[in-house]
């Protein structure tokens, strides 16, 4: 597949310090875009997230699948899923993320978020399961939504606004030292697919 490619400098640094974060833009044409957005609604096994927040059981009306080489383990929020497999089309994005990134993930975590209204709090990925300071790859398809990064000490903060078919990663000390979200709005009506290639090491 012939990609598309803005004239992005993916090699820059867009944080200041204690962690980095690569921006490549778009690296699909729209119509491309457009193609994996629908198969991916299609064909992933979605399921309402999970966590246990405060001692209560919550279930989310964000959607989430879970895909890796192995039946691995994956516990966050203090509910464990276990991967599926990957899907032909999930390792096909894979080979394309790899090769971008100079990076190899054995995993992938995605999101669905179905309108502006669903969001993600402040987090960190730091969980044991995942490679310290690896890299976790962030692949975005349907509606264009903000990305916000921030340090933990400095809280010096950085926006991005991603759109279907660009591609963000994180590596080295950022989840050490930084935190970041998906802020709610009230002017998004159309999903979001959020893709993030990770690194486990079991």
Do not use: C
């Given at each position: 597949?012939?990609?598309?490619?803005?004239?992005?400098?993916?090699?820059?640094?867009?944080?200041?310090?204690?962690?980095?974060?690569?921006?490549?833009?778009?690296?699909?044409?729209?119509?491309?875009?457009?193609?994996?957005?629908?198969?991916?609604?299609?064909?992933?096994?979605?399921?309402?997230?999970?966590?246990?927040i405060f001692g209560k059981h919550i279930i989310t009306k964000r959607k989430v699948a879970w895909y890796a080489d192995k039946p691995y383990?994956?516990?966050?929020?203090?509910?464990?899923?276990?991967?599926?497999?990957?899907?032909?089309?999930?390792?096909?994005?894979?080979?394309?993320?790899?090769?971008?990134?100079?990076?190899?993930?054995?995993?992938?975590?995605?999101?669905?978020?179905?309108?502006?209204?669903?969001?993600?709090?402040?987090?960190?990925?730091?969980?044991?399961?995942?490679?310290?300071?690896?890299?976790?790859?962030?692949?975005?398809?349907?509606?264009?939504?903000?990305?916000?990064?921030?340090?933990?000490?400095?809280?010096?903060?950085?926006?991005?606004?991603?759109?279907?078919?660009?591609?963000?990663?994180?590596?080295?000390?950022?989840?050490?030292?930084?935190?970041?979200?998906?802020?709610?709005?009230?002017?998004?009506?159309?999903?979001?697919?959020?893709?993030?290639?990770?690194?486990?090491?079991?």
């Amino acid at each position: 597949m012939e990609l598309f490619q803005e004239q992005v400098d993916s090699t820059k640094n867009w944080l200041p310090y204690d962690g980095t974060v690569h921006y490549w833009g778009k690296i699909f044409s729209q119509k491309q875009s457009d193609a994996y957005y629908k198969s991916l609604m299609e064909q992933i096994a979605w399921k309402n997230d999970e966590a246990i927040i405060f001692g209560k059981h919550i279930i989310t009306k964000r959607k989430v699948a879970w895909y890796a080489d192995k039946p691995y383990e994956y516990t966050y929020s203090k509910i464990s899923r276990t991967a599926l497999l990957w899907t032909p089309l999930l390792l096909e994005l894979k080979e394309i993320v790899q090769e971008k990134t100079q990076q190899e993930y054995n995993s992938v975590l995605l999101n669905l978020y179905h309108t502006g209204a669903e969001g993600m709090a402040w987090h960190s990925d730091d969980e044991r399961d995942l490679k310290t300071n690896g890299s976790i790859a962030s692949l975005n398809f349907g509606a264009k939504r903000k990305f916000a990064i921030k340090h933990k000490q400095t809280k010096h903060k950085q926006i991005f606004e991603l759109e279907s078919g660009d591609l963000l990663e994180m590596k080295d000390q950022t989840q050490s030292h930084w935190i970041h979200n998906i802020p709610t709005t009230k002017k998004i009506h159309t999903p979001r697919v959020n893709l993030t290639f990770r690194q486990m090491i079991k």
